[in-house]
């Protein structure tokens, strides 16, 4: 069994490059070793500032290198199918920016093909790696605020100055729910830990498949809702809420948590509690967590996952969409 992973990026974003190749040049078990673009002179600069080894002038190149292990492809979401596939066909395992991608169909061939190839597929919820959530997973495990009925969470930003953005684009795959509103989902989907049956949809569409704002609320089984948000166009806000039976948590920053302590608000038993939890950077852990599932092949995703269950619920909710 090899002891690293050696990394290709195809993709160099903002997040690619503030925050996920530090993460792999730092993390255990972790080589940056190619990095692609279709702009061979951009690809040249980054592999010098972010310290991979190789750049290439096409992202074909990078996901048939055989150097490489596993690719993290941060492309925009309408082409995410298309090279996790081409890298799965090359044998690479893939961690996929979310939105994994569009619709439920695409991302079954995907997972269809990870699963014939025998490479690891996970889709890119960083927030899911912090430590917090595993004081809030423990908490309600133990019944601390009895049983969940409610839960709020969202995410927004303002990206109306800036009309260029591929998220404003519906064949790059943008919108408020594949980017933001997403998060309130795979919340809910994370700590309820099943998947919604219902939903009740709103959003403000501006091109087709493109949402500046959208909401929903989803429904369990187990008879609790989750309330979810998003927005491109608003004041910057994020937020999470759970409502129990004998009590609520309310995490402060959910999604975007920075390097910084953060606080968990425990209310129960007619008293109120603040618990700290320590500074971390979620990136490094997922890059962590993900190279260690690559090199234990028995080692489960968890907190990770494929994508596939949190695509169907996006796309349950795009069919839902009317006017507000």
Not at 16 to 31: D, E, F, L, Q, Y
Not at 81 to 102: D, F, P, Q, Y
Not at 118 to 132: C, D, I, K, T, V
Request: net charge negative.
């Amino acid at each position: 069994m090899p002891e690293i992973v050696r990394w290709g990026i195809i993709g160099c974003g903002n997040i690619a490059r503030n925050a996920v190749c530090p993460a792999i040049n730092w993390a255990a078990g972790s080589r940056l070793v190619a990095i692609g673009s279709r702009d061979g002179e951009k690809a040249r600069m980054l592999a010098g500032e972010l310290g991979a080894e190789k750049h290439m002038a096409s992202y074909e190149a990078v996901v048939s290198d055989p150097d490489v292990d596993a690719i993290y492809i941060g492309l925009p979401n309408g082409f995410h199918e298309e090279w996790t596939i081409r890298a799965l066909e090359n044998g690479k395992h893939v961690l996929c920016e979310k939105s994994l991608t569009m619709d439920d169909a695409s991302a079954r061939r995907m997972e269809e093909m990870s699963i014939r190839k025998g490479r690891r597929l996970m889709e890119a919820y960083m927030y899911r790696h912090h430590p917090q959530w595993e004081v809030v997973r423990g908490l309600l495990g133990e019944g601390a605020i009895g049983q969940v009925r409610l839960l709020r969470a969202g995410l927004m930003g303002d990206l109306s100055g800036d009309m260029e953005n591929h998220r404003w684009s519906t064949k790059l795959g943008g919108g408020a729910l594949f980017d933001v509103t997403c998060y309130g989902v795979n919340v809910a989907r994370f700590l309820l830990g099943e998947e919604p049956v219902g939903c009740k949809s709103s959003a403000d569409l501006v091109a087709p498949h493109v949402d500046r704002s959208s909401s929903a609320i989803l429904t369990f089984r187990s008879g609790t809702t989750a309330i979810v948000a998003g927005s491109l166009v608003t004041y910057g806000n994020q937020f999470c809420d759970i409502i129990g039976t004998t009590g609520s948590i309310h995490v402060e920053k959910p999604f975007i948590p920075s390097w910084n302590p953060v606080s968990i608000r425990v209310k129960r038993n007619g008293g109120m509690e603040d618990i700290e939890v320590g500074g971390a950077n979620h990136y490094l852990h997922m890059v962590e967590h993900f190279s260690r599932c690559v090199l234990d092949e028995t080692r489960p995703l968890t907190p990770g996952e494929t994508g596939v269950a949190q695509t169907r619920a996006l796309t349950m909710i795009e069919q839902a969409f009317q006017a507000p």
